[in-house]
């Protein structure tokens, strides 16, 4: 139930008074005055106000009648109405004469900056119910009939297949503006934001977007992104936070694997991401056991940089060489010593996996 309180009491107050040339009283359902011209006045029982609260009209009082009432000036007192419920008093002083041309226009303008902060505040209020229910329908008891259909009804479309993507935003950036402006382009947008600069975009899977394109634009407004993992696609509220968990590890990945990538993709780094999340096991630590013992003798690099060419071209010989500038032959002689430092041969299919994986787990090896 909305209640009037100082803040926009005084707020009336000052907006009258800046237009004519009396004082202005707001007083609350209690008859206590919020909002006045004359400070003193404020926290203080307005007799006035109490007539027109226990009759529900106008009440004029003039100099002889303010005489016998307690804490009472001359002037007209008007109820001030909201969605058809009495929420206060409006009191101008002065003798009632030459107040009754002002009193009903004065009226109406304070009404109507009740109805104005009521507005602002059940907006607030829905913003900040849409981002708990979302957190919660991300959280694992996200599947409550209840939560759903509280969604439905706040328009939050929860049966949309949607795309998750992780923003990771420089110091000083805001998430809130961010949320804010990719919720008004792309309609029926979800925006949460779990940390300071961080925030979760799941947009609706049916409304294409060219991620290279959006990031571009992002940065041509100023946005500091650093990097942005970008799920697929999900269906149902469950898909959503098992791609939301995926693009998460796919985040934090590329912060340490690939601190140069800005742009993450799951469809591109799905099994590496998944074996990452296990990378203290002892089991994958014997699987990147080739890598290192070529990183060993890989003093200047160029045999790492040949096996993740080899791996990019999917083991196409003229390919690999081309991009790297060598001959096939220079090439050959390279993947043969890969071969004897790993104890693995690149040409086949474990041997390329074996060292694939390494090449997309530790390539921070490089510069150590």
């Known amino acids: 139930?909305?209640?009037?309180?100082?803040?926009?009491?005084?707020?009336?107050?000052?907006?009258?008074?800046?237009?004519?040339?009396?004082?202005?009283?707001?007083?609350?359902?209690?008859?206590?005055?919020?909002?006045?011209?004359?400070?003193?006045?404020?926290?203080?029982?307005?007799?006035?106000?109490?007539?027109?609260?226990?009759?529900?009209?106008?009440?004029?009082?003039?100099?002889?009648?303010?005489?016998?009432?307690?804490?009472?000036?001359?002037?007209?007192?008007?109820?001030?109405?909201?969605?058809?419920?009495?929420?206060g008093v409006l009191g101008i002083t002065g003798e009632p004469e030459g107040l009754r041309t002002y009193a009903e226009l004065v009226r109406m303008t304070a009404e109507m900056l009740v109805s104005h902060r009521h507005q602002q505040a059940e907006q607030q209020w829905r913003r900040q119910r849409c981002d708990d229910l979302l957190a919660l329908l991300l959280a694992d008891a996200g599947e409550s009939p209840r939560l759903v259909?509280?969604?439905?009804?706040?328009?939050?479309?929860?049966?949309?297949?949607?795309?998750?993507?992780?923003?990771?935003?420089?110091?000083?950036?805001?998430?809130?503006a961010l949320s804010a402006w990719l919720a008004s382009r792309y309609p029926d947008s979800w925006c949460v934001s779990s940390a300071q600069y961080s925030l979760l975009w799941c947009r609706p899977a049916a409304v294409p977007v060219d991620n290279p394109r959006l990031l571009e634009k992002l940065e041509g407004l100023g946005w500091n992104i650093l990097r942005v993992a970008v799920g697929g696609q999900a269906q149902g509220l469950s898909g959503l936070r098992r791609c939301y968990r995926r693009v998460t590890d796919l985040l934090a990945y590329g912060r340490d694997v690939l601190p140069q990538s800005r742009l993450l993709t799951l469809n591109r780094y799905r099994l590496p991401v998944m074996l990452w999340r296990?990378?203290?096991?002892?089991?994958?630590?014997?699987?990147?056991?080739?890598?290192r013992k070529v990183l060993a003798k890989d003093a200047n690099g160029q045999l790492l940089a040949t096996l993740r060419s080899w791996c990019e071209h999917d083991g196409q010989s003229q390919a690999c060489a081309d991009a790297l500038g060598i001959h096939r032959n220079s090439l050959r002689y390279r993947m043969e010593r890969i071969a004897e430092l790993s104890g693995v041969d690149p040409l086949t299919l474990d041997g390329m996996l074996a060292l694939y994986l390494g090449v997309q787990l530790l390539p921070q090896a490089l510069s150590q």
């Open 149 to 176: 259909d509280e969604a439905q009804q706040l328009g939050l479309k929860p049966q949309l297949a949607r795309t998750p993507y992780l923003f990771e935003l420089g110091a000083g950036q805001s998430a809130d």
């Open 278 to 291: 296990h990378r203290n096991d002892d089991a994958l630590d014997e699987l990147l056991n080739p890598l």
């Open 1 to 87: 139930m909305f209640e009037l309180d100082h803040d926009l009491a005084q707020d009336i107050v000052d907006r009258t008074m800046a237009i004519l040339p009396y004082n202005v009283n707001v007083m609350d359902s209690q008859g206590l005055i919020l909002g006045s011209g004359e400070p003193e006045r404020i926290n203080t029982r307005h007799e006035g106000a109490q007539l027109v609260l226990a009759n529900g009209r106008v009440v004029e009082i003039d100099g002889q009648t303010a005489k016998h009432l307690k804490g009472v000036q001359p002037g007209i007192n008007l109820p001030l109405m909201h969605d058809g419920r009495l929420i």
